[in-house]
């Protein structure tokens, strides 16, 4: 057990001389990590990180709320109708998820209120072609050229005429 500061002691020499003799006596030594960077450095401060971390590492997982896996769900198939490989599959994927979400308009989900719009399948299929360019179309045959003399000679009957 560690002994109690010593009145008169200020805390911080108190702490000095704890680790110096831990470090002296070698109980730091070997721990793991030992020379690598601190996990999360650089990253902004999160509070439950150590709880993402041990449900990683127990590879844990909690379902989410309806509302909320409704939305997740709307995002991913969004990103998968992005990734079609035609365009009709991806009216059919953004299709699909909008009957899911009209179905759930008749149903109470749990989670945080949500009301969640149907999916503008135009807009989805105007960023599909974005994205996903038409192969080099043939050029359009380019028109006969038109005749000058016989527009020049439609011109002067007009003029004459």
């Given at each position: 057990?560690?002994?109690?500061?010593?009145?008169?002691?200020?805390?911080?020499?108190?702490?000095?001389r704890?680790?110096?003799e831990?470090?002296?006596?070698?109980?730091?030594?070997?721990?793991?990590?030992?020379?690598k960077?601190?996990?999360?450095?650089?990253?902004?401060?999160?509070?439950?990180?150590?709880?993402?971390?041990?449900?990683?590492?127990?590879?844990?997982?909690?379902?989410?709320?309806?509302?909320l896996a409704?939305?997740?769900?709307?995002?991913?198939?969004?990103?998968?109708?992005m990734?079609?490989?035609?365009?009709?599959q991806?009216?059919?994927?953004?299709?699909?998820?909008?009957?899911?979400?009209?179905?759930?308009?008749?149903?109470?989900?749990?989670g945080?209120?949500?009301?969640?719009?149907?999916?503008?399948?135009?807009?989805?299929?105007?960023?599909?072609?974005?994205?996903?360019?038409?192969?080099?179309?043939?050029?359009?045959?380019?028109?006969?050229?038109?005749?000058?003399?016989s527009?020049?000679?439609?011109?002067q009957?007009?003029?004459?005429g």
């Open positions: 057990m560690t002994e109690r500061k010593p009145l008169g002691v200020s805390f911080e020499t108190w702490i000095d704890q680790i110096r831990a470090t002296e006596r070698g109980e730091f030594d070997n721990l793991p990590g030992t020379g960077p601190l996990p999360g450095e650089g990253k902004p401060h999160d509070e439950m990180w150590w709880i993402k971390q041990k449900m990683l590492e127990e590879n844990l997982s909690f379902p989410l709320p309806g509302t409704l939305r997740k769900e709307v995002e991913e198939s969004v990103a998968e109708a990734g079609a490989r035609t365009e009709a991806a009216r059919a994927i953004v299709g699909g998820m909008n009957d899911r979400i009209r179905e759930s308009h008749g149903k109470t989900l749990s945080p209120p949500l009301f969640q719009p149907l999916i503008d399948v135009e807009k989805v299929v105007a960023d599909w072609r974005a994205r996903h360019p038409a192969e080099e179309k043939p050029a359009p045959a380019p028109e006969a050229p038109r005749e000058r003399h527009l020049l000679r439609f011109f009957r007009k003029r004459h």
